[in-house]
């Protein structure tokens, strides 16, 4: 077991008592082979977890609504699980539950995403974050009984992931245009594409293809993204022209959270995210609660744009943790 800080610290040796407060019989059949996804609870866990893991690797995606990368994290494994063909599950347990907690302690998750694969009854590997689809590739096909997975639309939309973060967005557009060209529906490759496109200063084109995605796919993170990048561009462009004035005023009286709010916006819109991100986090230290938490809400709408891997998402999501648990 690879223990790299992406991994979880340790794998339970044993999941003893765990069928008793199941509520499962021992004996009890496994899922059906044709639902390899699915949401299941402490009440489900051995029959679809423990007892269909003796059949083929069990991938438990533990998650909860308000963690946002696990909205990266958990499309990629489903994408991923489809293109096994049947050789392996997905199970996703929401810790967010409270009847789900004894099982996350038995676990010891300790931060969210975690994910825990499953063979023979036995948890056998693990890693915590969202980790690059390569990774999660490459992490599965390790498993046994696994085997190599096909997916040539995953590898085009990585490297367009990774142009958009060097800001290559003509590389990035054609990047998410091939994975495009073999998954027409592909929703990681949409949002990738409409967000180069934002990029490239081409909003309508970016629109369209936003306002075509299917309403059960709105908040895919990749959509997210791109939507809150189009919003911050439209609100920056209105208030970039304004930076001098705005400094000023924030300068005479430090407490107009107002006026520093829309310095941050300006400050975005004219390119300079990380000063953008300063100003808010200044806010939220003097007063998280004003005006319905709106600096905080600014900043999640950043890192939504940037996205959960980017050095300095990583970094503000930190600073705003201290000042939150403070």
């Given at each position: 077991?690879?223990?790299?800080?992406?991994?979880?610290?340790?794998?339970?040796?044993?999941?003893?008592?765990?069928?008793?407060?199941a509520?499962?019989?021992?004996g009890?059949?496994?899922?059906?082979?044709?639902d390899l996804i699915?949401?299941?609870?402490?009440?489900t866990?051995?029959e679809d977890?423990?007892q269909?893991s003796?059949k083929?690797p069990?991938?438990?995606d533990?998650w909860?609504?308000?963690?946002?990368?696990?909205?990266q994290l958990?499309?990629?494994?489903?994408?991923?699980?489809?293109?096994a063909?049947?050789?392996?599950?997905l199970?996703?347990?929401?810790?967010?539950d409270p009847?789900n907690q004894p099982l996350a302690q038995?676990?010891r998750?300790?931060?969210?995403?975690?994910?825990?694969?499953?063979?023979?009854?036995?948890?056998?590997?693990?890693f915590?974050?969202a980790l690059?689809e390569?990774?999660l590739k490459k992490?599965?096909?390790?498993?046994?009984?696994?085997g190599?997975?096909?997916?040539?639309?995953?590898?085009a939309?990585?490297?367009?992931k990774?142009?958009?973060g060097?800001?290559a967005w003509?590389?990035?557009?054609?990047?998410?245009?091939?994975?495009?060209?073999?998954?027409?529906?592909?929703?990681?490759?949409l949002?990738g594409?409409?967000?180069?496109l934002?990029g490239?200063?081409?909003?309508?084109?970016?629109?369209?293809?936003?306002?075509?995605?299917?309403?059960?796919?709105?908040?895919?993170a990749?959509?997210v993204?791109a939507?809150s990048?189009?919003?911050?561009?439209e609100?920056?462009s209105?208030?970039?022209g304004n930076?001098?004035?705005?400094?000023?005023a924030?300068?005479?009286?430090?407490?107009d959270?107002?006026?520093?709010?829309?310095?941050?916006?300006?400050?975005h819109?004219a390119?300079q995210a990380e000063?953008?991100?300063?100003q808010?986090?200044?806010i939220v230290?003097?007063d998280?609660?004003?005006?319905?938490?709106?600096?905080?809400?600014?900043l999640?709408k950043?890192?939504?744009a940037?996205?959960?891997?980017?050095?300095?998402?990583?970094?503000?999501?930190?600073?705003?943790?201290s000042i939150?648990f403070?």
């Amino acid at each position: 077991m690879d223990l790299s800080p992406k991994s979880p610290a340790s794998l339970p040796g044993s999941l003893t008592g765990l069928t008793a407060a199941a509520g499962t019989a021992p004996g009890a059949a496994p899922a059906a082979a044709a639902d390899l996804i699915r949401d299941a609870d402490i009440t489900t866990f051995m029959e679809d977890v423990v007892q269909a893991s003796m059949k083929q690797p069990v991938l438990v995606d533990f998650w909860a609504p308000w963690c946002g990368p696990c909205k990266q994290l958990t499309p990629a494994l489903e994408k991923l699980v489809k293109a096994a063909n049947g050789k392996l599950r997905l199970v996703k347990i929401n810790v967010d539950d409270p009847k789900n907690q004894p099982l996350a302690q038995q676990l010891r998750i300790q931060s969210i995403p975690a994910v825990y694969a499953f063979s023979q009854g036995q948890p056998v590997d693990g890693f915590v974050g969202a980790l690059p689809e390569s990774q999660l590739k490459k992490f599965v096909e390790g498993l046994p009984g696994a085997g190599a997975i096909e997916d040539t639309a995953a590898e085009a939309i990585e490297a367009g992931k990774a142009a958009l973060g060097n800001q290559a967005w003509e590389d990035a557009a054609t990047a998410f245009s091939t994975a495009l060209g073999t998954e027409p529906e592909n929703i990681s490759a949409l949002g990738g594409l409409a967000r180069a496109l934002i990029g490239m200063g081409e909003i309508e084109g970016a629109k369209e293809i936003l306002a075509d995605i299917p309403p059960e796919k709105a908040e895919h993170a990749d959509v997210v993204a791109a939507r809150s990048a189009l919003e911050l561009l439209e609100a920056g462009s209105q208030a970039a022209g304004n930076l001098k004035p705005l400094e000023a005023a924030v300068a005479a009286n430090p407490n107009d959270h107002q006026a520093r709010l829309d310095y941050a916006v300006a400050l975005h819109g004219a390119g300079q995210a990380e000063a953008a991100i300063d100003q808010l986090l200044d806010i939220v230290k003097r007063d998280r609660k004003w005006n319905e938490e709106a600096a905080r809400k600014q900043l999640v709408k950043i890192f939504e744009a940037m996205g959960p891997m980017d050095p300095v998402v990583v970094d503000a999501r930190r600073r705003l943790s201290s000042i939150l648990f403070a």
